[in-house]
């Protein structure tokens, strides 16, 4: 047996020197992907593909290689602690759906996807849903076909859902957007009632430079590690990195100083999570984040629970008048309306309140999910697409630019990945509410400007952990329970009756 | 024999995506390298060497495994066309010297190096040369083993130096060498007798910032293409990247206006050469540039011949006025005379003119060959640094911090790479002289700005080729004759002697 424990050992120590490099070379494809969208000049385009399809190409090789296969099939039967028990199986789950779709699939989607974009970008462009269809089509049907050769046994939608969710289900994804849809759109019919008028303290233009010195204002206020960061500008917005190296990016709207800073606090949580992940575990799961639930409930945790609160406008305002005396008259209250409007008219997800983002969330959920299963021809995407907004948000889209061609995903293939955006923001208010639980009410802390507690919580609760816990077990450990949608339902309830006078 | 062609061809391809995936692998490096020293934050260092571990050890598997060893193989007898064969030559060198160095060498010398780089820092710092001793003579015990696993039967400088310049042999660059040495050490003592008392226009504090204006006018005016590269800042100025995107990076000194001008043009004669390789050959040698003494002729051409030139001044002086006003009384000749000036007391082979600045090379390779040969111990390096430093350029450091530690070459493990500079310079004078052959006299289009015609010819003649050719080939090609020191050593004596009356 002693034999057997050592030879385990040793053969998990090579294990782990293959995940390791693995990771690195993901670490690698992540900061060639930052360039791109930061850094690289004009023209570049042609060699960092070639860049990244090899880098991907290496990946999956030592993926789903024999050695890893050997690896696996050793340890199954191993005596393994809990951390090396987590690091197992993390990376099994990996292997298993990564070897089970064939290298041709993979580059014909890959392939598929890059030949997608730009017919996406051109058919926005000019409004013409037809320009982008055909290649809609062929994704649908190859990543239903990736989704077989994983299971051909489950709904093809929900084995891609768990591409971006591996543990929550889609069962809980699809009942928490129910109950997101059943209690929000009687709530937004409400504040379309309400007579309440909400302030607009923001007129005239905000200078871009000016903008940038406050967006680094509000990281330094919230406590972005400089030496482990950067912030610099992107079409969109997004974080990477790692524990060492977190980036984030935002972009500037001269009209509109919070967009900029909203956006600056929604990457900031993504960055503090992962500055929150071991340095000893990094290039393993365990220095790794808990995919994209979990790591969209830190960026709606400070975007949502801190940045768009009034203790923190309290606190941030001076700051803000510093940098543009004509917002001298404007008071928190004014800002923190301004922060949590509820447009009339919004049909674009990424400018949504907190409230009906929901329901752009749910009319993706509902359009892909049928795409996927077949009951929805790609050709009737549009229609059905404009129906739903009227349903659901009493507006009808008048083209399909600003209906079912504004968001990117699917052109990039990715159809599974909306539903967690909404998920992120439930769990962002039961983790909050735990936070508070333990500290008590966060509000005076806010105000003072003091996150240390708070980002300590979450280190303690959520980020330390890496991929220790599966999501379900990590909800679990955080908060006590499982995961649920009152506490967002009961936060937004109280905001916005409070907001619109609804009470 | 149908068969078999349509075999090696099948072969052949399957050759060539390998040999993709290996520079695109390196490619990936290079960025990540690019970011480090331009973008990285200060923590980012422990992640981000695991990843450039992770890629050479990919890069290295790669280029040894068996499926290159097996291609190389087959290849060996089959019926290629010029184009296949030059990519094989280069393929199956890098081959033959990797597959000969054991892994574990590969791996102490680079973890070697890796330690010996802050020791270096430190001991520059301090001026202690005690302090980086030991891990030079670790460096080079490791170097010598190394070249005798490539070659046990050669000098193993000579082996190193192939690293860097694989086709011209040490025998031409220590005939080089000594030509230069036995040339420039007397003329070098003529300037020094000489009464000559050149200008000295750049008085005063000249701000970073506009500095960085003018760094981008002189790109400008060169024909940098900025939809394939960019100007960042970085403490050690280096060129890098692909066809498609080649970047430049500069440093600023605020009392030194002509250091930051110079160390651009020189970076960017590195990025139009990279700029001129053949995008359709983007990843094989084919589309590579021809190591380091072709490299170094493009970014010295641009450097000496251009920058350094009277009528480069009468066209850039205006710019450099409007941007600095303190200049206007300046004339092109002053600062021709101030970027030519032979500065007495200089020990810092960076901030040398073109004339000294082989005295400084001739220094750093004749110490290092005799470490190498084990000639010359360690802890004696110093004294015979600055005996040198007295017999040929008549200074003695007090230090060994302006001596024999100023260079960061040896921390990083290169012996062999310094002569590459010499010949570079000298490779510039022989091609801008057939480029003055085929074209006419230059100085005219150069003070009217006007270098499509010798960006033309350098493409031409030089980039496009890629490594098709190998260095002594491609020099012909070029220039219709040997590499030859003659045209360097004309220029100069003639350059020289009219800016210090020696005539």
Redesign the interface.
Known sequence: MATEAAQHSETYEEFITLV??IS??G??QS??NW?QEV??????????S??L???S??SHE?LTGEEMAGYLDELADADLDAEQAAVVREVRRKYERAARVPTDLVETISQTAAEAHPLWKEAKAEDDFSIFAPKLEELVELKREYAEHIDPDRDPYAVLFEDYEPYLGLDTAEETLTELRDELVPLVEDIRASDADLATPFEGEFDEATQEELARDVLDTLGYD?????LDVAPHPFSTG????A?VTTRFDESDPLGALTSTVHEFGHATYTLGLP?EH??TPLGESRDLTVHESQSRLWENHVGRSEPFWQRFLPSMRERFPQVDDATPRDVYEAANTVKEDNLIRVEADELTYHMHIVVRFEVEKELISGELDVEDVPEVWNDKYEEYLGIRPETDAEGCLQDIHWSHGSFGYFPTYSLGSVLAAQLYEAAEDDLGALDERTREGEFDELHAWLTENVHQHGCLYTTDDLVQEATGEGFTADYFLDYVTEKYGELYDLH
Chains 1, 2 share one sequence.
């Not at 400089?226 to 950067?230: A, E, I, K, V, Y």
């Open positions: 390791e490099r690195n070379v670490s690698a900061l060639l360039d850094m690289m000049p004009e023209e570049g385009t042609p060699a960092r070639k860049q399809s090899a880098l190409a290496v030592l400089w030496d482990r960061g950067r790692n524990q060492f190296d980036r340095d990094y290039g």
